[in-house]
């Protein structure tokens, strides 16, 4: 199977930090996505990638860049969080059929 | 891109078959149906994907009709760890060669009460 692993669960940071979310997928999956999902939003895209170095913005890229150095891992980062910012973020990995999740992290500025 | 229409929520009890629909009146020749099922603080996982007619796994069955316009996700015999937001969505198969921005909606949370 294929396995999404984000670094963190939890995460607690201040206002103004710059915070990095790292996903790995340990398949050779062309495409990545990165999701934040809040009560009564539903899922909503941020950036995706389909190959190294690449990158798409999503529908709501402000306040975030994207990084993605190796085919198995993309980074997503928050220049300088903000309270706004507070959200669980979701990490996908396409395959031939579907998307492929990790568990998340639920980021909390304060 | 095809945008989808779910029920915000369903209550079901124990044992019923639930059967969710979604209407996307605007899909494209190309695109794939996919439902995805979702539980509290984790990431939405694959259930089904079909292009039409009725497609069945271990889990569900997925019931498209002929134009396309809308599908029916099919729960048999539903429990209480079926608790759960439901989500439709509509694009291009993600490894056909190109890449899709595919946007979730909110989905349907479904409510199994014993």
């Known amino acids: 199977d294929v396995k999404v692993t984000q670094s963190s669960r939890y995460l607690v940071k201040r206002t103004g930090e710059k915070v990095f979310l790292e996903c790995v997928q340990d398949?050779?999956?062309?495409?990545m996505f990165w999701y934040r999902q809040d009560p009564g939003l539903g899922l909503r895209l941020i950036y995706f990638?389909?190959?190294?170095?690449?990158?798409e913005k999503g529908d709501i890229p402000e306040g975030y860049s994207v990084s993605r150095e190796k085919k198995e891992r993309f980074s997503l980062i928050l220049e300088s969080a903000s309270t706004n910012q507070t959200s669980m973020y979701l990490c996908?990995?396409?395959?031939?059929?579907?998307?492929?999740f990790g568990s998340g992290t639920r980021l909390t500025v304060v | 891109l095809a945008k989808t229409t779910q029920p915000i929520s369903m209550d079901s009890y124990e044992g019923q078959e639930v059967n969710i629909t979604c209407s996307h009146n605007?899909?494209?020749?190309?695109?794939?149906i996919t439902w995805y099922q979702q539980f509290p603080s984790q990431g939405p996982r694959f259930i089904i994907q079909?292009?039409?007619t009725k497609v069945t796994n271990e889990v569900a069955s997925l019931f498209i009709p002929a134009d396309r316009k809308s599908s029916t996700l099919s729960l048999p015999r539903v429990s209480l760890s079926d608790t759960a937001v439901y989500y439709c969505?509509?694009?291009?198969?993600?490894?056909?060669?190109?890449?899709?921005?595919?946007?979730f909606g909110t989905g349907t949370k479904l409510q199994v009460i014993p």
């Open positions: 990638s389909y190959d190294v170095k690449m990158k």
């Open positions: 398949m050779d999956h062309e495409n």
């Open positions: 996908a990995s396409s395959t031939g059929v579907g998307y492929t």
């Open positions: 605007n899909i494209a020749t190309n695109d794939y």
């Open positions: 969505l509509v694009g291009d198969d993600a490894n056909s060669g190109g890449y899709q921005k595919v946007t």
């Open positions: 079909g292009y039409k």
